[in-house]
């Protein structure tokens, strides 16, 4: 039999081996130092680099720059700029204040994901508070949610998903404390919360859905006059929105969004997904009978946003973003299960069973995402003087005196804080999908009204085996235009496929 000085016994009647605490408390530094490591690299080099991470982040941050200078927000379909604004105004409107405060474009979104993670860790650990005393379970699943390399990417990422997914988690986390206290004015909050994640991106859907289902069963008159009260609001928010821009709202962030979906894309997402969050996803499924019964709405809103997921995650134009709310929801899930488990108290008993063994998934899970952010901010630091030479020679086709421009490589406008007049992803789709009058373009191109084209490819060549959907191009009756109208003056390297191709119009 085991000594009673061996064996302590905590308030909540939680046993942990005294002698074995110690090492348990070095093991959880060193990863918890590693992951703030991670952070604190990540911040520094969204703030370091001047240039674009992806696309949609430069797309975003010059949208908020024109809602910064009273140029509005919202577009036609059918008139310059041809650009959408696919999002809800929250993210555009908090960067935009940053940008009037003398933030650079990019940083302003950068700080605010960045914000938005620190919140949401620390929303994470309310919202596992609220379902698990053992403090060791909840902050493990900070931990694990603070390694996580996708997360971390997206929060250095001037992109509406991280502040999205952080409201998200937030009303849901409002719902786990009305559960737990019955105080009426966190499911206000809850609904405010929801709110704002739809209005910060639109497939953020899950929380809503979860608590009203999850309200509903436990109390159905309750759970009917808070799904209606959000609705009704909801909708007021969205019509009004709507009307004062004259309808354009509702074309920019729903008729517009409706990208065609890529099989393929699913794959490569699920692969990702398998690749990264394993050990998460087996820890989840271990524990999932305790858990359904002790953590229904958990598990419920989990699945809601792996449904949604699998419902955005083919469209065109999506990324690995896609993924990071199921990724926090999943955090939770695991971190339920390790509690459900006693995986602590079977740990530091060292009891030789099966649930002492989910070490290795954990290991494994963090150090795989830690050595992933290490090449994702490796990576970004190589590429910004690459970036920086291509810009550089870019410059004299960029300066706003040298005419109209049209351009697919968006990332130097930013920098040039020139007006974009056509965003050639979208623009391609829509007219693709008939929402879009393609005449205005052609014709000016026709005429040779741009001043400067600069392209991803050669027109004049063979198509090139790269090309897709994805990658921003023009219509095809657009770039036959250009090879009657313009011709090709240079061939500038880049970080990204071939580097980009300058054309200016042919003179008599």
Same mark, same amino acid.
């Given at each position: 039999?085991?000594?009673?000085?061996a064996?302590?016994?905590?308030?909540?009647?939680?046993?942990?081996?005294?002698?074995?605490?110690?090492?348990?408390? #070095?093991?959880?530094?060193?990863?918890?130092?590693?992951?703030?490591?991670?952070?604190?690299?990540?911040?520094?080099?969204?703030?370091?680099?001047?240039?674009e991470?992806?696309?949609?982040?430069?797309?975003?941050?010059?949208?908020?720059?024109?809602?910064?200078?009273?140029?509005?927000?919202?577009?036609?379909?059918?008139?310059?700029p041809?650009?959408?604004?696919?999002?809800?105004?929250?993210?555009?409107? +908090?960067?935009?204040?940053l940008?009037?405060?003398g933030?650079?474009l990019?940083?302003?979104?950068?700080?605010?994901?960045?914000i938005a993670?620190?919140?949401?860790?620390?929303?994470?650990?309310?919202?596992?508070?609220?379902?698990?005393?053992?403090? *060791?379970v #909840?902050?493990?699943?900070v931990?694990?949610?603070a390694?996580?390399?996708?997360?971390?990417?997206?929060?250095?990422?001037?992109?509406?998903?991280?502040?999205?997914?952080?409201?998200?988690l937030?009303?849901?986390?409002e719902?786990?404390?009305?559960?737990?206290? *019955?105080?009426?004015?966190?499911?206000?909050?809850?609904?405010?919360? #929801?709110?704002?994640?739809?209005f910060?991106?639109?497939?953020?859907?899950?929380a809503?859905?979860?608590?009203?289902?999850?309200?509903?069963?436990?109390? *159905?008159?309750?759970?009917?006059?808070?799904?209606?009260?959000?609705?009704?609001?909801?909708?007021?928010?969205?019509?009004?929105?709507n009307?004062?821009?004259?309808?354009?709202?509702?074309?920019?962030?729903?008729r517009?969004?409706?990208?065609?979906?890529a099989?393929?894309?699913?794959?490569?997402?699920a692969?990702?997904?398998?690749?990264?969050?394993?050990?998460?996803?087996?820890?989840?499924?271990?524990?999932?009978?305790?858990?359904?019964?002790?953590?229904?709405?958990?598990?419920?809103?989990?699945?809601?946003?792996?449904?949604?997921?699998?419902?955005t995650?083919?469209?065109?134009?999506?990324?690995?973003?896609? /993924?990071?709310?199921?990724?926090?929801?999943?955090?939770?899930?695991?971190?339920?299960?390790?509690?459900?488990?006693?995986?602590?108290?079977?740990?530091?008993?060292?009891?030789?069973?099966?649930?002492?063994?989910?070490?290795?998934?954990l290991?494994?899970?963090?150090?795989?995402n830690?050595a992933l952010?290490?090449?994702s901010?490796?990576?970004?630091v190589?590429?910004?003087?690459?970036?920086?030479t291509?810009?550089?020679?870019?410059?004299?086709? +960029?300066?706003?005196?040298?005419?109209?421009?049209?351009?697919?490589?968006?990332?130097?406008?930013? /920098?040039?804080?020139?007006r974009?007049?056509?965003?050639?992803?979208i623009?391609?789709?829509?007219?693709?999908?008939?929402?879009t009058?393609?005449?205005?373009?052609?014709?000016?191109?026709?005429a040779?009204?741009?001043?400067?084209?600069? +392209?991803?490819e050669?027109?004049?060549?063979p198509?090139?085996?790269?090309?897709?959907a994805?990658?921003?191009?023009l219509?095809a009756?657009?770039?036959?235009?250009? *090879?009657?109208?313009?011709?090709? #003056?240079?061939?500038?390297?880049?970080?990204?496929?071939?580097?980009?191709?300058?054309?200016?119009?042919l003179?008599?």
């Amino acid at each position: 039999m085991r000594s009673a000085t061996a064996i302590g016994l905590n308030h909540q009647g939680v046993s942990c081996v005294d002698r074995s605490s110690p090492a348990l408390r #070095v093991v959880a530094l060193v990863f918890g130092a590693a992951a703030a490591l991670a952070i604190v690299a990540h911040l520094v080099v969204s703030l370091w680099a001047q240039h674009e991470f992806t696309q949609v982040e430069s797309i975003v941050a010059m949208h908020s720059n024109a809602l910064a200078e009273g140029e509005g927000l919202y577009y036609d379909l059918n008139s310059y700029p041809f650009t959408v604004s696919p999002y809800g105004p929250v993210f555009y409107s +908090l960067s935009a204040l940053l940008q009037k405060a003398g933030a650079p474009l990019l940083a302003a979104g950068r700080v605010l994901s960045f914000i938005a993670l620190l919140a949401s860790l620390w929303i994470l650990w309310r919202g596992l508070g609220c379902m698990i005393e053992d403090r *060791r379970v #909840v902050w493990a699943g900070v931990l694990l949610a603070a390694c996580n390399a996708n997360l971390l990417f997206w929060a250095a990422t001037g992109q509406t998903d991280m502040l999205a997914c952080c409201f998200s988690l937030w009303a849901f986390t409002e719902f786990l404390a009305w559960r737990k206290e *019955r105080a009426n004015w966190r499911l206000v909050t809850a609904g405010l919360f #929801v709110a704002l994640a739809i209005f910060t991106k639109q497939t953020m859907l899950a929380a809503g859905a979860a608590i009203a289902i999850s309200l509903f069963i436990e109390d *159905r008159k309750r759970g009917i006059q808070w799904i209606a009260a959000l609705a009704a609001a909801g909708a007021a928010v969205a019509l009004i929105l709507n009307w004062a821009t004259a309808g354009h709202y509702f074309d920019n962030a729903i008729r517009a969004n409706l990208n065609p979906f890529a099989a393929a894309k699913l794959w490569s997402q699920a692969s990702y997904l398998l690749l990264a969050n394993a050990g998460l996803l087996l820890i989840a499924v271990l524990g999932i009978r305790d858990g359904l019964r002790r953590y229904a709405p958990l598990y419920l809103y989990t699945a809601l946003t792996g449904g949604v997921w699998l419902l955005t995650a083919s469209k065109i134009g999506s990324d690995l973003n896609y /993924q990071v709310e199921f990724s926090l929801a999943l955090t939770m899930c695991a971190a339920c299960s390790l509690g459900s488990l006693h995986f602590f108290r079977e740990l530091l008993e060292r009891r030789h069973s099966w649930v002492t063994l989910l070490q290795l998934p954990l290991l494994v899970f963090i150090v795989l995402n830690l050595a992933l952010t290490a090449n994702s901010i490796a990576g970004r630091v190589a590429l910004e003087p690459v970036k920086q030479t291509e810009a550089n020679a870019l410059r004299p086709y +960029l300066d706003s005196n040298a005419g109209r421009l049209l351009t697919t490589h968006l990332g130097p406008l930013v /920098q040039t804080r020139r007006r974009m007049e056509v965003e050639p992803l979208i623009y391609t789709l829509l007219v693709g999908a008939g929402m879009t009058d393609p005449e205005p373009v052609r014709g000016d191109l026709s005429a040779g009204r741009f001043e400067t084209v600069i +392209l991803y490819e050669d027109i004049f060549a063979p198509e090139p085996a790269w090309k897709n959907a994805e990658v921003p191009s023009l219509p095809a009756a657009h770039l036959e235009e250009m *090879r009657k109208n313009y011709r090709l #003056v240079r061939r500038i390297p880049g970080p990204m496929l071939d580097g980009v191709y300058v054309y200016e119009p042919l003179r008599d």
